[in-house]
């Protein structure tokens, strides 16, 4: 099993930049990626961005390419999400959970959950 908690969540103004945190604890041969996702009101749950375990590759949905980065400290078993020019419409809560990558125009899937951290992107 796989325990995950998020982090880093909170109220911004618009063009503002907010970091989440992932830390993973439980068996890593259970999942080779870890996701990020979000949940809107009244809307469906989408795939944020990926980073493969195993090479580092990584996938973000097209809204926000150029603007959010993922990466990974191995050591302190902690993904991070850098959103940068934030927007009103990246407010939901974020969840993080491990899967398996599948490649670079796919989300990873999500086997395991965090609790979820809520952002809010507002003026």
């Known amino acids: 099993q796989v325990q995950l908690v998020e982090s880093g969540g909170g109220l911004v103004q618009p063009g503002d930049s907010l970091r989440l945190s992932c830390l993973v604890s439980g068996f890593t041969s259970d999942y080779n990626a870890i996701g990020w996702f979000r949940q809107a009101p009244g809307k469906e749950r989408e795939g944020v961005a990926c980073?493969?375990?195993?090479?580092?590759?990584?996938y973000f949905t097209d809204s926000v390419k150029l603007r959010f980065a993922i990466s990974k400290n191995n050591a302190k078993n902690t993904v991070y999400l850098q959103m940068n020019s934030l927007k009103p419409e990246d407010t939901a809560v974020y969840y993080c959970a491990s899967g398996s990558f599948r490649g670079h125009d796919s989300s990873c899937t999500g086997d395991y959950w965090g609790q979820g951290t809520q952002v809010t992107v507002s003026s």
């Open positions: 980073i493969s375990s195993l090479d580092g590759s990584t």
